[in-house]
Structure formats: C-alpha cells, structure tokens
C-alpha cells in the first residue's frame, strides 16, 4: 500500500510542472506556431527535444531565441522575438521543451 501511494504522489509530482509549463506555453502564445507532438508553423516540441538532446548549453540557447526570436535552422520560416516573456519565464520553457521528449 505504502509503495502504491508514493508512486501516485511522485506520479504527481512530476506531472504537475508539465501541465503548468503547457499552460505557460499556451499563455505566451507558443501553441500559435508550436505543438507538442506536430509540426505547425514551427517544429514541434518533441522534435526541438530531439534536435538538441545532447546540447549542455541547449536551455540558455533556446531561452535566448524565444525572446529574440531566430531563422534558418528549422527552415525557410522565421520565429518572431517575444519580448514579453521574461528571461526566467524563457528558461522554464526551454527546460520544459527539452522534457517533452
């Protein structure tokens, strides 16, 4: 029973920052140009995972280029900059992009 019970709070636990860091991607307006599991305007979330899986610098790197916005490495269509999300807000969704694998 003890078993059970901490595997459903760790569960949880980990669950949680996914749902919260969605949400914080949908109110900064990602999923415009963005999906979890497809292609929209932009890659997907899984693929951005997958392209930079091994990349120690990759959370400050996409952190930069949500704010700044960037092109050419996904293709012909740029990212627009998001100057309203912070630097820590850009972080946490780097991170969070990164999980999604």
């Given at each position: 029973?003890?078993?059970?019970?901490?595997?459903?709070?760790?569960?949880?636990?980990?669950?949680?920052?996914?749902?919260?860091d969605?949400?914080?991607?949908?109110?900064?307006?990602?999923?415009?140009?963005?999906?979890?599991?497809?292609?929209?305007?932009?890659?997907?979330?899984?693929?951005?995972?997958?392209?930079?899986?091994?990349?120690?610098?990759?959370?400050?790197?996409?952190?930069?280029?949500?704010?700044?916005?960037?092109a050419?490495?996904?293709?012909?269509?740029?990212?627009?900059?998001?100057?309203?999300?912070?630097?820590?807000?850009?972080?946490?969704?780097?991170?969070?992009?990164?999980?999604?694998?």
């Amino acid at each position: 029973m003890k078993k059970a019970l901490l595997l459903a709070v760790a569960t949880l636990a980990c669950a949680a920052p996914a749902f919260a860091d969605l949400a914080l991607a949908t109110s900064k307006n990602c999923m415009s140009c963005h999906a979890v599991d497809r292609k929209v305007l932009g890659p997907s979330f899984k693929d951005v995972a997958a392209k930079y899986k091994d990349d120690k610098g990759a959370v400050d790197m996409l952190a930069t280029k949500i704010i700044k916005g960037g092109a050419g490495v996904w293709g012909p269509v740029p990212m627009p900059a998001n100057n309203q999300v912070s630097e820590a807000d850009a972080k946490k969704l780097a991170a969070w992009v990164l999980s999604t694998k």
